[in-house]
């Protein structure tokens, strides 16, 4: 008797959810070219004593991997409370603090305990795609709120679309991602404020990058505001995009209640073992913040001058243009062995700061493209 025959069907075949069917994954293309800047990693490799320091923590949890990992991460939300607390000018306490494997993860959970199914999102685009997409994700309706033209949010705008939509999650990401605009305390309080009066709403301030900001973390804004959550990341500032540990701030009510949602043991004990050693190295590590910060502010030095438009950034990233064509741009960009991200701004590209040398190609690659352009 014959088996099942083999069956070509696609993702659109499968009895999945409606809201999901026709989009696509998110990611960047990951080419092996020479000069790797599309993805907004750090580009400096954890110090020699950081790695030995982690190599001792994590032989530390490997003797009792048999056992499961501490499910609340108790040492771990203790050091980044202290962290926070030292560097937001803003005392934080453990309570306060959650962690999760990656600002994603974060993300996730919090819409998981906010969000859903008859629920809704609204966040002001272009921003950052994952917070659409894991809205997707958890049953939450998206509403893609107004931006000006400079990329900043119209406080007026998005009051009016908040009033509208009486979402019951605001997303606020500054820096923005992809444009690199921070964005002003009272914005987010005027925006906090549309949001409770529209319906209790839980507002959500993604400071992924703020580490490169020139401004000061909106941290102290939590306070007196139950319904305000940051989320941060150790991927940037800490050069740890491989460890995917991501964490929020916020009133310990709303700690209590993510972890109704949360995975059991989610942070794994090697996981915990490797943020508690980076935690430890924080001052070099945040050296390497303050060059990349120095080389960020060179690029956009550079790239007016050589004739391009420059979205100011407080992010370890540039947004730059405008082409005609913005993705014929990225490949010629990439011909010169410069990889970029082509976002889908129209007209427009982000470029990660890179090492010096990396910055150095890529100008040249850029220059070269404008000469071509009025060639």
């Known amino acids: 008797m014959e088996g099942p025959q083999p069956v070509s069907i696609g993702i659109d075949d499968l009895p999945i959810r409606d809201e999901l069917r026709g989009k696509s994954p998110y990611g960047a293309p990951q080419l092996d070219v020479p000069v790797q800047l599309n993805t907004n990693e750090n580009p400096y490799e954890l110090p020699p004593e950081l790695v ?6 994590v032989a530390d949890a490997a003797r009792t991997l048999n056992r499961y990992p501490d499910r609340d991460a108790v040492e771990l939300r203790t050091e980044l409370a202290a962290y926070l607390t030292r560097t937001g000018k803003h005392p934080v306490a453990r309570e306060n603090v959650w962690a999760a ?3 994603n993860e974060v993300i996730q959970q919090l819409l998981q305990t906010f969000g859903g199914p008859g629920r809704t999102a609204i966040g002001f685009e272009p921003s950052y795609s994952m917070h659409a ?3 997707r994700g958890t049953g939450t309706g998206w509403i893609s709120g107004p931006r000006r033209e400079d990329f900043t949010i119209d406080v007026e705008a998005a009051q009016q679309a908040i009033a509208r939509h009486a979402p019951d999650v605001v997303f606020i990401t500054s820096p923005n991602n992809p444009t690199g605009t921070a964005v002003e305390a009272e914005t ?8 409770q009066a529209a319906k209790p709403s839980l507002v959500i301030v993604d400071e992924a990058y703020v580490e490169f900001s020139h401004r000061d973390s909106l941290l102290p804004l939590i306070e007196g505001r139950p319904n ?7 991927s940037k500032a800490f050069g740890a995009a491989g460890l995917r540990l991501g964490y929020l701030a916020a009133h310990p009510a709303v700690v ?6 949360r995975l059991p043991y989610h942070l794994s004990a090697v996981t915990q073992a490797t943020a508690l050693a980076a935690l430890e190295h924080t001052d070099t590590l945040l050296g390497y913040v303050e060059q990349l910060k120095s080389e960020r502010d060179r690029l956009v030095t550079e790239l007016r001058a050589i004739g391009y438009e420059v979205t100011e950034s407080d992010a370890n990233f540039i947004q730059f243009g405008k082409f005609e064509d913005s993705h014929t741009a990225w490949q010629k960009i990439l ?3 410069v990889l970029v991200r082509d976002n889908g701004v129209p007209g427009r590209l982000r470029v990660t700061a890179g090492t010096p ?3 150095d190609a890529f100008l040249e690659a850029v220059r070269a493209l404008k000469k071509e352009q009025h060639a």
């Not at 030995?52 to 923590?57: D, F, K, L, M, N």
């Not at 305000?228 to 150790?234: A, C, D, F, I, Q």
């Open 52 to 57: 030995a320091r982690i190599a001792e923590r």
């Open 101 to 103: 494997n990656g600002s």
């Open 133 to 135: 997409l894991i809205s």
């Open 188 to 195: 987010v309080l005027a925006l906090y404020e549309a949001a």
């Open 228 to 234: 305000m959550v940051v989320s941060r990341t150790m």
């Open 256 to 261: 209590d209640a993510v972890q109704l949602v």
């Open 335 to 337: 011909d010169h062995g």
């Open 357 to 359: 040398a990396e910055n």
